[in-house]
């Protein structure tokens, strides 16, 4: 009897609370909206799980940014570790990027370098969040900064930024970027029917020139030192995105172009979002931020999407009839490759009958706005402190 009290008193069952049975259903939920609605999975499903790693009780399976190790403990836990070595180091956010890099086309913005403007003006959501988080709520300028990046949709970029600035957020920031990547066919289409006339829907930009392969190989080198000239913290971002991209297009390098945007990549996500899961302590997660976070982080992405299809409208007053543009497709602007532009060509399409197709179109802000929410990171990088 002894040893089964001792056994007893020693398990996970003796430290269960009300926190963690709580973190179990969000975690549950987001391997529901995973499986069951398509949201995400990659990510959703290793941070849903994570999620619930971290709150079984004795299991030493959570991480946190101020983790001490205990006297005489050679190694951290295992989360722990990856998350010492790969998100507090900067590493492991990069090479998602480099992976990214590899899978992206940049033809349909080099096709039309007009939409790089409605990339960066997509941009527009991180910045309002960011005051709002800061001047409303009281957030410090760490905390905002983290927080405003959700609007550019882009999950490797809020992590890796966020890591750096409010460590303590990672998970809420984490979940709440890749619920909103997710949702992109649910957020945008009232957003661009709101601001958007059907005539505007109608404009139906021709084909662009083809692109040359000069041109596709030099874009990547070119991008990538400019950007660090002009915002060396985002050098490790702009920096990998262009080197998987160079892969790429280089023609000659198959086999690395076929590791960074697979295998390595595949990799990469399982313990990025393993371990973005594993922050998430019933103790730490459920707090009243969390929903502040939440909610910040659509009013980001609403003003980002309304952003691009503003500047879009406002590009048009100076652009000749053949030259004008979508506006729907600043929608695209957001860096959730490649569903924003799927999103934009479905609502057009439907829109109009079948008769105004914008894929090709919208792919150009929609790749541009992966560079911009980089650089926009830097630049809270450079102004709030690495």
Known sequence: MDVAATLLRESGFAGLGWQNLVMFGIGGLLIWLAIRKGFEPLLLIPIGFGAILANLPRALLSVSDAYAPAAGAPFPPLLQLVYDSGIRTEFLPPVIFLGVGA????????????????????????????????????????????????????????????AKLAPHLLGAVAVSAYSYMALVPVIQPPIMRLLTTRQEREINMPQAKPVSSTAVVVFPIATAVVAALAVPTCAPLIGLLMFGNLLRESGVTERLHKTAGSHLINAVTIFLGLTVGATMEGSAFLHPRTLAILLLGAVAFACSTAGGVLFAKLLNLFLRGGQRVNPCIGAAGVSAVPMAARVVQTFVSRETGGRVNPLMPAMGPNVAGVIGTAVAAGVFLTLIGR
């Open 103 to 162: 899978l992206t086309d940049f033809r349909p913005l080099l096709a039309r370098p007009v939409t790089f403007l409605l990339g960066a003006a997509a941009q527009l959501g991180v910045f309002v969040a960011a005051v709002g988080a800061s001047q409303l709520f009281g957030f410090s300028n760490g905390e905002a900064a983290s927080i405003g990046i959700i609007g550019g949709a882009d999950g490797p970029t809020s992590i890796y930024l966020t």
